[in-house]
């Protein structure tokens, strides 16, 4: 099988319809979830060919984890605003994950979905796992600039692992979407304290 074009390489007009294959893929999910996601409706949806979808994405959590990967871009920007809120690093951190925590539960069935897709054992899916990894440490790494790098880094560690293990349980049914802020909250809490 042929790999997929990158991003990078792709003209306007392919990264246009790409970006379309993502939006159709996004508001699938939001409507019914990952199973939802059908690379069938995605293309009608996004006014392609099926064919174009693979060229794009080898499969649906191939498609899903590219989707998770946009949104946790979007998040590249949220500590920025943290770190300017308080002088405390801690006080930072608890409002940047906040923010994630109220961004991820706006839409929990597509949340839902990009979790699922994100852990899928999928070779195609590896990169985006590697890139949403050096998202997530960057976000939580961003308001604790002034800490010691090793703490930091170790903090950012263990807040990365409490959080896919917080979404791994909602996403499967044992805990709530609230609970995932508050266990990284209790960590970060735990983690910082003098």
């Known amino acids: 099988m042929a790999s997929?074009?990158?991003p990078e390489v792709l003209t306007r007009s392919q990264h246009a319809r790409r970006a379309r294959?993502?939006?159709?893929?996004?508001?699938?999910?939001?409507?019914?979830?990952?199973?939802a996601v059908q690379m069938r409706d995605v293309a009608a949806r996004a006014?392609?060919?099926?064919?174009?979808?693979?060229r794009y994405f080898s499969s649906k959590?191939?498609?899903?984890?590219?989707?998770?990967l946009e949104w946790a871009r979007s998040l590249e920007s949220a500590p920025a605003k943290a770190v300017a809120a308080s002088d405390e690093p801690l006080d930072r951190l608890i409002a940047v994950i906040r923010r994630i925590t109220r961004a991820s539960g706006r839409a929990p069935e597509l949340f839902a979905a990009l979790v699922t897709a994100?852990?899928?054992?999928?070779?195609?899916?590896?990169?985006?796992?590697?890139?949403?990894?050096?998202i997530v440490s960057m976000v939580l790494s961003a308001p604790l600039?002034?800490?010691?790098?090793?703490?930091?880094?170790?903090?950012?560690r263990v807040l990365a692992h409490v959080w896919f293990a917080s979404l791994l349980g909602w996403v499967n049914g044992w805990t709530q979407m609230g609970a995932v802020g508050e266990e990284l909250e209790f960590a970060a809490r735990l983690l910082l304290r003098d």
């Open 145 to 156: 600039v002034d800490v010691d790098p090793e703490i930091r880094d170790g903090v950012v």
């Open 61 to 68: 959590d191939h498609l899903l984890a590219a989707a998770l």
């Open 47 to 54: 006014d392609v060919a099926l064919g174009t979808v693979y």
């Open 21 to 35: 294959v993502i939006q159709a893929a996004i508001e699938l999910a939001t409507e019914g979830g990952y199973d």
């Open 118 to 134: 994100i852990t899928a054992p999928d070779p195609a899916v590896s990169e985006c796992q590697a890139e949403v990894q050096h």
């Open 4 to 6: 997929t074009p990158q």
